[in-house]
């Protein structure tokens, strides 16, 4: 190598993993509540009396205290320059109201330097929290690029878990609190060997993503329009979601 | 204490400190005291406190700078900036302030001069003490009672609560100081109030607020002035300051009592300490905000006055209703987080936006969040992308296909033979088919478009014939006339053959026509309504028979015309050639002249001259004679013309005829009829041989047609090349059957729908049909006359009537593919048969000859259907368009390549990528390639260039003998092919692989699991508990450490006495077979002997070298040592690599080396030796153990006793064994040969061996060893190969299991019984041994290096049994124990041994993968000798490269002696010589003291036989005098198998 490094481009990640809906029993259940939708969240956001709670607690029986795990998989022209590429983020409760939505807010930054966009990098979470036994067992995988081009991207991941192979295994892992989980999360962002698995989708992530680069178009690598505004993606802003 | 004393008592205070006398020097004091207390209060005061606490500093401060009087100033600064009256003129604070300030000093100044004055007069009494101290309470809590002055406008009481409360526990103590304070009343005080301030229940609010009204309302008169205060006041004042003493007193006394008890339990335990403690640490990190409500005048800026825009008439909105509780809370963390008051608003509230709540309730949208999960899940419509077929791809058009649409009109479909026809319908359809012939003829008018023709023809020639007209040249007029005339001829001819078809055409009609009517007549029932009507038109038979005349006469004279023209060119003709003829008859004459005379002379040879060569006499031509012509035109038109004067017959057809109706009809007919209707048919549309759609299923009209009308619009996307419609019939409810296939043609570009004319396609099928009615079936002969005569054969026919148009778009476009090259030249070409047949059908892809062929037929480059061609040709000619002449596969293949190939290998990037991508060694960790070629150095590539190039190339530097560097060359491309095939197998994922899931238990498993709930949970035997193991992905170098543990060894070789030069030694008695036979040695005399003098026969040390890092352990002494020693060396993997795959291929081996201390005392002046130890230390080595790394990697940990490999003529130490050890462990001892240490050893921190987890499929080993030839070449994650033989002995490479086989074979054909072991051995790990049966026992051998064990043997490295593997059986250990010692050997034990092949699965008799025989080759020894003379070359150069500070000297006469040695060794198999060996040297070399010792190794390469070299540490020795010796000898087995005999020593001659 020269001296002086080869030229690279820089990418620059920061955003969090802001929350999950992690439900077993969707939200069509919800929906199909006899109440009044409206008056069942008015009724909850001025009383949030026991009767309600408890009815929360059928909806989404389980899926609380959950935290998550990122780590960072990228190609081998990139190499990470400054901010950790792996995280574990707190346990969090999931809310009172309706949504129920675990919220971790969990900073993400980090700087990749790239000579080749091959391998761009892809972010790996996997959440995990304890069962009704206690057991801490994985409750979702999921990877989704770092988006290509410079901005705000909120990014939505549906997650999964592998499933058991067999009903009896599935009783047993069931029974002694250990799930099938992936030998290494970072499966979840490669294609290759993921046919001999099956697995069940699981809620899901959403993740703000603050994508700079630099030298890119420098280099001959043109992502986009060069001053992108705004917000991309189909969700509204924080704050104005309801 | 109830709140209303309290509030009087706070008056009283009040009042009292500004008009009572004080001594000034204890106030001060008390006060001193007091704020300290009350600090200390407050700082253990519970939270709620905090805030007020911490917002007072600032305030506090101000005095202590303002002057001396800390507590006169400190009064007045604190009341400064709360005393704000509350009049209006807010604007003037400062100054107001100011005003007051003067005015309270003044007034404290009066009043202390005052109580100066009554000092002086009066002696002080307890009474204003004991007044004295509420006021310095009041001074105390004063502070903290205004804010509640303020709250009063804010509505809010808790502040003012929490300091009467403070108030209070100050008067406690107030009271309580009377009494002398004990000592630990400071803890009590914080205990205390700790308690209250937490378990006080708050003063209601209802209570509270009048009591501060009125206390604000005193305070305000004092701070105002002494003349707004009324004398009434004060009187009323001391009377309440009495009730107060009175109800103090009582307090007092409670108190007191309380006080007391809580003196007792002052000694409190550490608990309550670490609470506080812990309390303050929360204290520290956690905030609680408080819900006291904030004074206004800390949200504000200092001295501001609050303002309220809503009363100065401004708008603002309703706030929303926030509990105050949470408004409070807000405010004093706001105020706690940023000292700023940026947050408040001028009246003091925090900022807030008008409430935006809607007045009315209105639904929220429903969980956005959720729904955009939902829309995320939805699926999206997305027209289909287009497919263009691929052998419709065109080179080089880029233009996208678009949509394009045919419509196909099927109208419907007309019989023209049915089977079902009846005779009847046979002669309509002929009658309506010549009908029709009819129609068409009529509509053309060929014959009269002829006859005009001819007449126009026939006028230009009069007209040419008049020269005035024309103003031509003579010659061209004659030119074209004749041009006309000969047309003229010409369209005379068709005109007439026309005319002829005609006449014959009706004829045919009228004809067909009767006999359809006598056959109606015949028999007796009509079928087709058809009916010919004859229609006479009348013409002028004058006129007519004028133009009759006329057209003879024209014709007449044309005739004639040409006839003349002809007469005279054959008269012409005949002239020439009656010239020609005469001329040559006077040859002939003058010939025969001349032959008359040679016959004369020679009359035999006289030749009739040839006969051929006389040409005919031409006849002179007949001139036409006019009336023969006549005639004959007279003839012919009256054959093909109509008579003048004779009617027009004018044809018409007509479907008005009656059928009869069936009951009038016979049988046959009526159950023709009824098949008929049975029948139906529809059609199949398929465009490309693929169906598209089909019509509905119609019946069979009576008069067999078919009605369809139906339209089918096909949108393609490929082009078209067929388009078929194929008729299918239907009878009754049997099934369908394909009639015919009817291919219509594409439509021309021009053709849309709508303009497009209807075409009637014919069909016609080959089926064969007979009938048992009246219908006349299809490819059946029938005849219409009674005696079966004129047959006729007729097969199925048909017409299709249908359109096929290009649609039109919605916006007028024709929805037409774009006119391309390919497609035009097909069609137009199709169109053009001539082309076609000109040039053939192969050159309508040829546009050079289609080109050729459009110049030469010279089409016109004007007419409108030819212009496709002519720009196909155009373009073809011009070069536009590039046609290549080569067929590509993959033709899209080029447009993907983003750039050209050359490009590709010229770019240095797109190669490195490239390199990388095909996984080549030095690429496959390559990281970060640079992005420009300029970056990236040329010497990147060299190594792999290199390694490229030499491929072939055998290299002999480091393998001297060519055979080996050939095996060793194949060895690695092996290994290549082997570790490419890996890396495919490496993608092939099981579900293990990616999923960690446990697996269902079973029911031992369970049991255990069960028994284990039963298990002691202290078990007094502890057992060894796993160590975690590291993945070793996150290690670095120094991470690793390899741990040797070094215990005992056993019979180390001793010592001998280098002091008896020549001494008999005493030869040993041991053979081979008693090796086995477990007979001790007996002792020398001579060792007994030393041993009894008492010296130290060895001073052993070992030494442990692991990757050129060295341990050694302290010098123990005597033949068995024990050191229990650990050693740790660091392990460094390959380029700082710790991925499992880069340890895997560790290739380092553990050296573990005994070596003796010899200490020689070099002391060389004697009159030192009191003072001074002057000894020099020697090594000698003795013997190694060698570890490979990858052993110890895959197998954790090795524990054991090894054989110390002692090369077997040590030059001046023997291996005789002392009287004590044979005495002490002789059974154990006895069992077998040769030095043993016990070691142990593992890796610290322990790693995961990679991929040896699948040992079912790899074995991450691979070790290539030539016959007695450990070389291990152990590499990545490969699986385990077993070599035939043959090949192990060509390669002269193999691991254990090709030694193991090859032994195990020679034993077999030695005819022993001999079987495979596969077994877990030290060191090797899982590895294959041979077990051979002698008479009584059984022994193990190691195919590697050769030895052999008893059964019984401690010390057979081979530690477990899985299976045996014989000739024809294979055998499976399922005894309790797997160590041979505990084992039974015999497999035909069912219960000890489980064979592969049983009864139930009989042994099939399978062949071998072994050769029959193995061929050997002699070695050429002059090679040998070659090969033994290089390596020595090398290692004595070796030697010295590693003493580069000494001078190394050779003894050659030693090096001599010991050549001529090592021959010999090689024939004894290293034993037995020993003693002899000794002596010869000792006789020899008698002046030196020597150490040195023969190494034994197989031969592969030289590097391993450096290393062994090395690892002796021979070249070790400083000492100065040192000699060397070394020699090597090779001796040649055959197969090339060498073997390798290193003799070393090092010598120094004695003094």
Known sequence: ?242 | MKPKEEKVKIITEEFIEDSEDADEGRQKKTVKVARQKGKKQLSSAGPKEMVSEKSHPDDQQEPVQEGSDTHLLGMTSRRGPRSLPPIPSASRTGFAEFSMRERMREKLQAARSKAESALLQEIPTPRPRSLRHPSEKELETEFGTEPGREVQRTQQEDDSQGFSRVKFHDSVRKIKSKPPVPPGFPSAEEAYNFFTFNFDPEPEESEEKPKAKSRHGTNQEEEEGEEEEPPVQEGVNKMDEEELLDGGDTEHLLLGLDHAAEDFVAVRPAEYESVHIRLQMEKELLFVPSTLTVPTYKKLPENVQPRYPEDEGLYIGARLEVPRTNQNIMENRLLMQEPGRRWFGDDGRILALPNPIKPFPSRPPMLTQEQDIKAELETLYKKAVKYIHRSQHLIGSGDPPGNFQLDIDILGLIFTHHPCFSREHVLAAKLAQLYDQYLARRQRHKAQFLTDKLQALRNAVQMGLNPAKTPKSLETTQKTINEYKSEIRQTRKLRDAEQEKDRTLLKTIIKVWKEMKSLREFQRFTNTPLKLVLRKEKVDQKADEEAYEAEIQAEISELLEEHMEEYEQKIEEYRSAQQQWKAWKKAQRAKKKKNKQAVEERPDEMKEPDPGEEPVKPVPPEPTDRAVIEQQVRERAAQSRRRPGEPMLVPELSLAGNVTPNDQCPRVEVLRREDVKRRSLYLKVTFNNKEVSRTDSRPLGADFRVHFGQIFNLKIFNWPESLTLQVYETVGHSGTTLLAEVFLPIPETTVVSGRAPTEEVEFSSNQHVTLDHEGVGSGVPFSFEADGSNQLILMTSGKVSNSVAWAIGENGIPLIPPLSQQNIGFRSALKRADAISSIGTSGLTDMKKLAKWAAESKLDPNDPSNAPLMQLISVATSGESYIPDFFRLEQLQQEFNFVSDEELNRSKRFRLLGLRSQGVPEFRNYKQIPMYDREIMEKVFQDYEKRLRDRNVIETKDHIDTHRAIVAKYLQQVRESVINRFLIAKHHFLLSDLVVEEEVPNISILGLSLFKLAEQKRPLRPRRKGRKKVTAQNLSDGDIKLLVNIIRAYDIPVRKPTTSKFQQPSRSSRTFSEKHAASPTTPSATHSADYALGQVLVRPFVEVSFQRTICHTTTAEGPNPSWNEELELPFRAPNGDYSTTSLQSVKDDVFINILDEVLYDVLEDDRERGSGIHTRIERHWLGCVKIPFSTIYFQARIDGTFKINIPPVLLGYSKERSVIIERGFDAVRSLSEGSYITLFITLEPQLVPGESVREKELVARYVSLIPFLPDTVSFAGICDLWSTSDQFLDLLAGDEEEHAVLLCNYFLSLGKKAWLVMGNAIPEGPTAYVLTREQSHYLIWNPCSGHCYGQFDTFCPLKSVGCLIGPDNIWFNIQQYDSPLRMNFDVTKPKLWKSFFSRRLPYPGLSSVQPEELIYQRTDKVAAAELQDRIEKILKEKIMDWRPRHLTRWNRYCTSTLRHFLPLLERNHGEDVEDNHRAELLKQLGDYRFSGFPLHMPYSEVKPLIEAVYSTGVHNTDAPNVEFALAVYIHPYPKNVLSVWIYVASLIRNR
Not at chain 1, 84 to 111: C, H, M, Y
Not at chain 1, 114 to 141: A, E, H, K
Not at chain 1, 208 to 218: C, I, Q
């Open chain 1, 1 to 242: 190598m020269a001296a002086a490094g080869p030229s690279v481009f820089l990418l620059m990640v920061n955003g969090q993993v802001e929350s999950a809906q992690m439900g077993k029993l969707a939200q069509k259940q919800w929906q199909n509540w006899n109440l009044k939708p409206g008056l069942m969240s008015e009724l909850c956001w001025t009383c949030p009396s026991r009767l309600f709670l408890k009815y929360y607690e059928y909806i989404f029986p389980e899926y609380d205290d959950l935290y998550c795990k990122y780590c960072f998989v990228y190609g081998q022209d990139w190499a990470p320059t400054a901010g950790l590429e792996e995280g574990i983020s707190q346990i969090t409760s999931k809310s009172q109201d309706a949504r129920r939505a675990l919220v971790w807010n969990f900073p993400i930054d980090v700087t990749f330097k790239s000579t080749n966009p091959y391998g761009w990098p892809q972010i790996v979470l996997s959440v995990y929290g304890p069962d009704m036994f206690g057991n801490d067992v994985v409750r979702g995988y999921g990877a989704v690029h770092v988006p290509f081009s410079p901005g705000r991207h909120k990014k939505t991941i549906p997650m999964f878990v592998p499933e058991s192979v067999s009903k009896l295994q599935k009783f047993t892992s069931w029974f002694m609190g250990r799930r099938p989980e992936y030998t290494d999360p970072k499966v979840v962002a490669q294609g290759e060997g993921r046919e001999v698995t099956r697995v069940r989708s699981q809620g899901f992530v959403t993740l703000l993503f603050n994508v700079v680069t630099k030298d890119m178009r420098k280099l001959g690598y043109d992502t986009g329009p060069p001053d992108t505004q705004g917000v991309s993606g189909p969700s509204t802003p924080q704050g104005l979601s309801r």
